[in-house]
């Protein structure tokens, strides 16, 4: 199966910058996309930004400008750069990878477990 791991979430006040890294493991056939999403307490979980295995970005309104996304050619770890962050970006941010398991299969959506980060003077 595929594992992924989230790092370098934290307390950092309003303006501030975190950098998160994503780091997968396993046996992915292919890679369609990875991306950030975030929860917020009592709030659904949304979106923030996914690059595809052609490099093909998408950011959700509220972030850009302020985060940037990237990946390593192996596509085995995903970073998400995070400027200028406020307190509404507080959230736990989850790492997401799809991709396919078997050529032969439909893709799957893999999740890590999420970093915490909080933003607050």
């Known amino acids: 199966q595929v594992q992924l791991v989230e790092s370098g979430g934290g307390l950092v006040q309003p303006g501030g910058s975190l950098r998160l890294s994503c780091t997968t493991s396993g046996n992915l056939f292919a890679v369609v996309s990875m991306g950030w999403y975030r929860q917020a307490p009592g709030k659904q979980r949304e979106m923030v930004a996914t690059?595809?295995?052609?490099?093909?970005?998408n950011y959700a309104d509220s972030v850009k400008g302020r985060f940037t996304i990237s990946r390593d050619i192996a596509q085995t770890m995903v970073y998400l750069q995070m400027n200028s962050l406020k307190p509404e970006d507080t959230a736990v941010y989850l790492c997401n990878v799809r991709g396919y398991l078997d050529p032969a299969q439909t893709f799957s959506d893999f999740w890590g477990r999420g970093t915490q980060v909080t933003v607050s003077s």
């Open positions: 690059i595809t295995a052609g490099h093909s970005t």
